[in-house]
């Protein structure tokens, strides 16, 4: 349990995990992976979302704020990678990425405004205002889309510094560069003082507050990451994944399927985005190869896509009744297992487990 | 209680000038005054409903009275919130445990620094040098208070799984790591069994005592009462009915009629 910090504040095991993340990422998928739809379709969408996911679980997960509108910040931050690159003159795309992630924020800072005032599933409703708003606002201004009249807009290329990334293992690797990065400054963030900060706001607010804690500062601060990072994650999905610019791209839906992520995920666990994202973009596929591969397309496509309705729906329910800390912490658990310690499994074992470590 | 303190009794610290407060029509608390003296131990005794943890709250900030000044060292705390009252050094725990379930112990506790870290979030994100070396002192602080308090077995468990009394530890914990001038302790032995208020009395008055905290307890066991505390006041509906040393206040009538009841002795 107490394991000594070797490095910068890591223990031993961080460091392994990020050595064996990094020659995952970056040395082993692009030896063994060699067709073009794994890339493009599979592992693009997921980090983006992934990174969507972390962002919707820092302002949900860590600082407890229900808020429902990831996908209009995404869109903000795309359009603003957009505008950027198309305005401002050799503006190498991560800076382009940083100032429509600082764009999202600043929306974030906006629409966090009212959880202020109120709470839970109000706040919800009042966030949805973000979402709709942000893609009004794109609708209606013809200058965000550079008045084009054919509602969809091919993105630019990514260049940095001179060289174009195109092909999509050149995408992926952009995109897993920054994912990677954002995902170390998110696991940073929720186990200093600042990821302590918002959780102490989730769990008992006038404690916090009690404790030196401005509410005020804390909230807007988490509404203003989480935009940053979903701000990141748009302009990453249109540009290497759609690869092209459309408002209706970003709609209520992909809110939904962010907020899915992060309850299947596990709240609070930034690992639990990224399972989440894992599981919400492949399930689907996996229910279509089954329907495709084992009943050869004797089960019509569209009943396929209902199942997945309802299996979401059956899961939501399943783990919100018997696993709240979601598939993060079944992995854990099952980790936990294979390492020979037993996984506590029910409520009384957990409190036995506590009862017994107290008193021995 | 006789030898002599490290921190003798001084100047008044915390003043609370005509305050009332009521909710709606319900009055909870009238026109009360009363002075904290710095390094005291002040217990706030009286029946249920008498106004003892509203008083608390409006020193706190959680609570606005709509009359009244409560000063702070000398300085009049005005639009008060508790962020800002804790600033000011002032701290508290609360009657019915407001711990940050889902942290652990230690996390619990950290928190409680929050005022002696000023790193922002760029450096946190970061980890630059300021945030990682600020992050191991407070850490080490922290550890000291889990030694302190003899709870170092459990620091890594979160604590909505821990037991009531062991709920009530942490929370002081989390006070103490505020280092604040004045912590206020909301029936900080509640539910507590003899040999766990005994540690608890020995804690506060250890506390007291080294750093020469002041404090204000609400408590409702007059044993421990009258053993630990300097000075006394009794509320009864929202009003000041005895205030003074433990021993003058038990043979006041008033209070005898009020909450005592027949004399223990």
């Given amino acids: ?159 940095i510094f001179g060289k174009p990334f195109t092909t999509p293992l050149e995408m992926y690797l952009v995109v897993v560069v920054v994912v990677m990065v954002l995902t170390v400054l998110a696991i940073n963030m929720t186990r200093g003082s600042t990821g302590r900060s918002w959780m102490a706001v989730r769990d008992m607010d006038i404690a916090a507050e009690s ?40 709609d209520i839906k992909l809110s939904f399927k962010i907020l899915f992520m992060v309850i299947l995920g596990g709240l609070g666990t930034i690992n639990g985005a990224f399972i989440g994202a894992a599981f919400i ?30 299996v979401f729906g059956v899961l939501i329910i399943v783990f919100l009744i018997f696993e709240p800390l979601g598939m993060a912490k079944l992995y854990d658990n099952i980790k936990q297992k294979f390492r020979g310690g037993s996984a506590p499994k029910d409520k009384k074992k957990r409190e036995l487990d506590a009862a017994s470590s107290e008193a021995g | 209680m006789v030898q002599a303190r490290n921190f003798p009794i001084g100047d008044p610290i915390l003043e609370v000038k005509n305050i009332s407060l009521s909710f ?31 008083l608390l709250n409006c020193i706190n900030g959680i609570y606005r009275p709509q009359e009244g000044t409560i000063s702070l060292k000398g300085e009049v705390l005005k639009k008060n919130s508790p962020n800002i009252v804790a600033r000011k050094g002032l701290s508290r725990t609360f009657q019915n445990l407001a711990l940050f379930k889902r942290m652990s112990v230690l996390d619990n506790i950290l928190v409680g620094r929050k005022l002696h870290m000023s790193a922002n979030f760029l450096e946190v994100a970061f980890r630059l040098p300021g945030a990682t070396r600020e992050e191991r002192e407070n850490r080490e602080k ?92 009794v509320l009864d509906y929202g009003k000041v009915i005895g205030d003074g040393p433990p021993d003058e206040v038990r043979s006041d009538q008033a209070v005898i009629d009020a909450y005592l009841g027949v004399a223990h002795d």
């Fill in chain 2, 142 to 233: 922290c550890e000291e208070i889990v030694e302190f308090l003899e709870i170092k077995n459990i620091r890594d468990t979160p604590v909505g799984r821990l037991p009531y009394g062991l709920q009530k530890k942490v929370e002081l914990g989390r006070a103490l790591a505020t280092e604040a001038d004045i912590l206020l302790l909301d029936e900080p032995m509640a539910g507590m069994n003899v040999e766990e208020k005994r540690e608890m009395c020995r804690f506060i008055l250890k506390v007291n005592d080294e750093f020469g905290t002041t404090m204000v307890l609400i408590e409702h066991d007059m044993g421990v009462v009258m053993d630990i505390s300097d000075n006394v006041v």
């Fill in chain 1, 1 to 159: 349990m107490n394991a000594k910090t070797v490095f910068m504040g890591y223990t031993r095991g961080d460091i392994v995990n990020f050595a064996v993340a990094i020659i995952l990422a970056l040395v082993i998928v692009p030896m063994v992976v060699k067709t073009d739809y794994w890339y493009s379709s599979i592992l693009i969408p997921w980090l983006c979302l992934a990174l969507a996911a972390v962002g919707q679980q820092i302002v949900m997960g860590y600082a407890g704020q229900l808020a429902l509108g990831a996908a209009g910040f995404m869109a903000a931050g795309a359009f603003a990678c957009f505008n950027l690159i198309l305005r401002v003159p050799y503006i190498p795309f991560p800076l382009a990425l940083v100032f429509s992630g600082l764009i999202a924020a600043a929306f974030g800072v906006l629409f966090g405004l009212p959880s202020l005032r109120v709470r839970g599933i109000y706040l919800m409703v009042a966030t949805l205002a973000s979402q709709f708003f942000i893609i009004w606002m794109i609708d209606k201004f013809g200058w965000f889309k550079n008045y084009d009249t054919s509602g969809i807009i091919t993105a630019q290329d990514i260049v």
């Fill in chain 1, 211 to 250: 404790m030196g804690i401005s509410l005020l500062k804390t909230k807007l601060q988490a509404f203003a990451i989480s935009a940053f990072f979903c701000g990141v994650a748009g302009a990453l999905f249109a540009f290497t994944y759609l690869k092209s610019l459309e408002p209706v791209a970003f």
């Fill in chain 1, 281 to 310: 973009l492949l399930f689907p596929v996996l229910l279509n190869s089954i329907g495709n591969n084992v009943f050869h397309g004797a089960i019509d496509s569209t009943i396929i896509s209902s199942i997945e309705q309802v």
């Fill in chain 2, 24 to 54: 709606g029509g319900v009055k909870a608390i009238t026109n009360t005054s009363f002075r904290v003296l710095s390094h005291e131990i002040r217990a706030i005794i009286g029946p249920n409903g008498a106004g003892k943890s509203s």
